[in-house]
């Protein structure tokens, strides 16, 4: 897809996203609820994925501990003078959005002109539609729009660029892996990434969304994994 498609394909920010999103606190209260109800998001409930979004609580209190954000980063994000609004696409059973979100959550957190909202990918498929990484609905997504206009600046996701291209690779090999050999050295990477380049990409990320109009963003989709 060109640049000229993917402009067309981003649309302003319908304000009924604003009004069904979950800030961070409410979508970390219901992923606990559920859990402690045998339950996931989606409609599949089987006893391996619930598994999955039992081990991602594990994951997302260690990160919520642990991750600190960089003093280049910290700074760039403070930089910010106008309101953007984060939407960010996500399920609770999916690790990688486990991985990242309480990070962006906190580099957020550094700016009080950006708001976070959070939304059930599967809930909100004409969103996520518009916002495919090869033709698939991949998460966690995080669309950066201007909090005046609602229009889009740019976006992130589903995982940093070193973790999709080693998932892509371990996707590709013949004979298929099976889902724990893919995934096992995916969550090893993160365990040993520690954040690091995620808050790199965002660091490039939010100086060239800041210096990037509503209607013109062509460097962000360079981190469209």
Not at 188 to 199: G, I, P, R, V
Request: glycine share 4%.
């Amino acid at each position: 897809m060109n640049e000229i498609q993917k402009l067309i394909t981003m649309k302003k920010l319908e304000k009924k996203y604003l009004e069904c999103s979950l800030n961070y606190n409410q979508y970390r209260t219901m992923m606990q609820h559920l859990i402690a109800e045998g339950k996931t998001t989606g409609a599949n409930q089987s006893p391996e994925i619930i598994a999955f979004t039992k081990l991602n609580e594990y994951r997302m209190k260690r990160l919520e501990k642990t991750a600190t954000i960089n003093d280049n980063l910290a700074a760039t994000v403070q930089s910010l003078q106008k309101k953007w609004i984060w939407i960010i696409l996500t399920e609770i059973w999916c690790g990688d959005v486990a991985q990242n979100i309480p990070t962006i959550e906190k580099i957020a957190a550094l700016n009080p002109l950006i708001s976070t909202h959070y939304l059930l990918r599967d809930e909100n498929l004409s969103l996520m539609n518009q916002y495919l990484t090869n033709g698939g609905k991949a998460i966690p997504k995080l669309i950066c729009y201007n909090g005046e206009t609602l229009e889009p600046i740019g976006h992130w996701g589903p995982r940093p660029a070193p973790a999709q291209q080693l998932t892509m690779k371990l996707l590709k090999h013949q004979p298929p892996l099976s889902f724990e050999d893919v995934h096992e050295p995916l969550h090893k990477w993160y365990a040993d990434d520690k954040t690091n380049t995620l808050q790199k990409e965002m660091e490039e990320l939010i100086k060239t969304w800041i210096g990037e109009t509503a209607a013109s963003f062509p460097l962000a989709s360079l981190y469209n994994c």
